[in-house]
């Protein structure tokens, strides 16, 4: 039998229905797309450093920062804080009584040493800034500024810092910076740098121009991380020394180190870190340490001068206001200090001056609610407020509505009048809290105590040091 040619109208229809038939099977087996994944606020935080002075001993030291700005956000919450000057564990110690009632924190002139500045968006956004200080003095503390934006921003600068340690170090133009910026369901950023315009080392036998240390790191949108530091040069004894590279610099840190070493000074070069998390650079290390020679001129002279500082307490012992205010006190807290000074010269000890540093990191880490529902009961009560199983006791017929009128007594079920009671009432709980600024107890003398126990364990610890170092 002959088949017949399809028609063109039969042709058409025939394509369409094997059309429409492909179509649903080709969509049975079509690859299934992916949920696009929720952006985390997360969090996010920097921090940059201009320098910080530390006198250590027997592998315990006590610091001061110039410098430092800190940013974190959390969330929409942004936090920032500048400060000229950190003074540390120092600064709690310089606010404790030594002698005559009086800390040695009061010997410095009102706004000498400035607090820093720190803000919260929490209430809003919030900006705070300070002035420079010290001009034309050996340490001038830099201006101070910090900011922070709801949604979440945060920006902190110290500008214009400049140590001059006669002899030793010179670092002018000093400048550090934070910032750590959440711009929501896009990207977390955090970045931070401090750079000293010029630094001069040993009366300007090593003289470094153009330090930067910088650190950046972002998640979201856009991933990376980044850290680094930077010279623009290096003058040896009047010879330049290319730092372009890693080799170079180390090369001309080399050649500083062969100067500075007979003047007990020694350079080690910052260091790069990364975590998924953090990225950081450390610090220029400045470190003085005694040379021998040194040393053993030290020992000697420490054990002739002692009988002699014995004599002078006990002769000035009598002069005296109070047995806590008197000359002696005063004098024992003048050695304290010398001692510490020198026994950090001495053996083991020395002091590290850290310039620069940089660091930062975010995180998208999701915090739970710990109590894992919104009543922050964990589920305890029943809707109503009431724990299960427990019968409400009868409070009666509710009062009438609206207020009262001028004069009137109140009254309960029944028609019966309220009687106010009369008597002394009883306190639910006593607490004794101190009105100071920073806080703490009522109970005095704490500060005074805590203040001589470090004391005592930094003099203990440089002893036993000391001795150690004398029987081998």
Request: charged share 15%; aromatic share 4%; with cysteine.
């Amino acid at each position: 039998m002959r088949r017949q040619p399809l028609s063109v109208p039969a042709l058409v229809s025939a394509v369409v229905l094997s059309g429409a038939a492909v179509v649903p099977l080709s969509a049975a087996f079509a690859a299934p797309v992916a949920a696009k994944e929720a952006f985390v606020p997360g969090t996010g935080a920097a921090s940059a450093s201009l320098a910080r002075v530390t006198i250590r001993s027997s592998g315990l030291g006590v610091g001061v920062g110039f410098g430092q700005t800190r940013t974190r956000f959390a969330g929409p919450q942004g936090n920032a804080s500048a400060e000229s000057v950190d003074t540390g564990m120092l600064g709690t110690l310089s606010k404790a009584p030594i002698a005559c009632g009086m800390a040695p924190g009061t010997l410095f002139p009102e706004g000498s040493m400035p607090e820093g500045v720190a803000v919260s968006s929490g209430g809003g956004p919030a900006e705070l800034r300070t002035a420079s200080v010290g001009a034309g003095t050996p340490i001038e503390l830099g201006s101070q500024y910090s900011a922070a934006k709801p949604n979440a921003k945060a920006d902190a600068t110290v500008e214009g810092t400049r140590i001059d340690l006669t002899g030793i170090l010179t670092a002018a133009g000093g400048v550090s910076t934070a910032t750590s910026e959440l711009k929501p369901n896009v990207q977390r950023a955090a970045t931070a740098s401090s750079g000293l315009s010029r630094l001069s080392l040993a009366d300007g036998a090593v003289v470094l121009q153009g330090l930067e240390w910088t650190a950046s790191h972002l998640t979201g949108a856009k991933s990376d991380s980044s850290a680094s530091f930077r010279v623009g040069s290096i003058r040896v004894a009047g010879q330049y020394y290319p730092t372009e590279g890693a080799n170079e610099l180390k090369t001309a840190l080399d050649a500083a180190n062969q100067v500075l070493q007979p003047l007990g000074l020694s350079l080690n070069a910052p260091a790069v870190s990364k975590t998924d998390t953090l990225v950081s650079v450390s610090p220029l290390r400045l470190t003085i340490s005694t040379t021998p020679e040194m040393r053993a001129v030290l020992g000697p002279a420490l054990e002739a001068v002692q009988p002699l500082r014995t004599q002078l307490l006990d002769l000035v012992k009598p002069l005296q206001a109070s047995p806590d205010c008197g000359f002696a006190k005063a004098i024992g807290f003048g050695y304290l200090v010398a001692d510490l000074a020198l026994i950090a010269m001495g053996d083991n000890g020395g002091i590290d001056i850290d310039l620069g540093g940089a660091r930062a990191g975010t995180d998208a880490t999701v915090y739970d609610n710990p109590f894992g529902t919104g009543d922050g009961l964990g589920g305890l009560l029943d809707p109503t407020g009431v724990a299960p199983g427990v019968v409400p006791p009868d409070l009666g017929a509710a009062p009438l509505p609206g207020p009262l009128a001028p004069g009137a007594v109140p009254t309960v079920a029944g028609g019966a009048n309220l009687v106010p009671t009369v008597g002394e009432a009883s306190p639910l709980s006593i607490a004794c809290r101190s009105t100071h600024a920073d806080g703490g107890s009522c109970v005095s003398e704490r500060g005074g105590l805590a203040a001589g126990l470090i004391l005592a364990l930094v003099v203990l610890l440089a002893a036993a040091d000391r001795l150690r170092a004398r029987l081998s």
